[in-house]
């Protein structure tokens, strides 16, 4: 079954830097978006970053443009969010999502890491 896998979640403190990856079990996400969705307590799910299938193109929130950089491997199907200048406000459960490239919904969803961001 195709799945996705976040790690790399954790807590630090505001300013630092953490490093999520999300590892697509299967070759078919070759051809997928992934993105890097957050939901923080109370708040509707938001989407982070996103790169595209080839990618050529990225997008970001612009509440993280300039702190986040997304990549992706094509080799080894591992989609990487780095965060840096972290702030409290970056606190939420980060899910990785694959959408098919040309489609409209993020059809497939990791189970989600935790991020906390505190002095």
């Known amino acids: 079954q195709a799945q996705l896998v976040e790690s790399g979640g954790g807590s630090v403190q505001p300013g630092g830097s953490l490093r999520l990856s999300c590892a697509a079990s299967?070759?078919?996400?070759?051809?997928?978006?992934l993105g890097w969705f957050r939901q923080a307590p109370g708040k509707e799910r938001e989407l982070v970053a996103a790169?595209?299938?080839?990618?050529?193109?990225?997008y970001y929130a612009d509440d993280v443009k300039a702190r986040f950089t997304i990549s992706r491997d094509s080799r080894t199907n591992i989609a990487n969010l780095q965060m840096n200048s972290l702030k409290p406000e970056d606190t939420a459960v980060y899910y990785c999502?694959?959408?098919?490239?040309?489609?409209?919904?993020?059809?497939?969803w990791g189970q989600g890491t935790q991020v906390t961001v505190s002095s």
């Open positions: 790169i595209w299938w080839s990618s050529t193109s990225t």
């Open positions: 299967d070759p078919k996400f070759r051809n997928y978006n």
């Open positions: 999502a694959a959408k098919v490239r040309g489609g409209s919904s993020w059809d497939y």
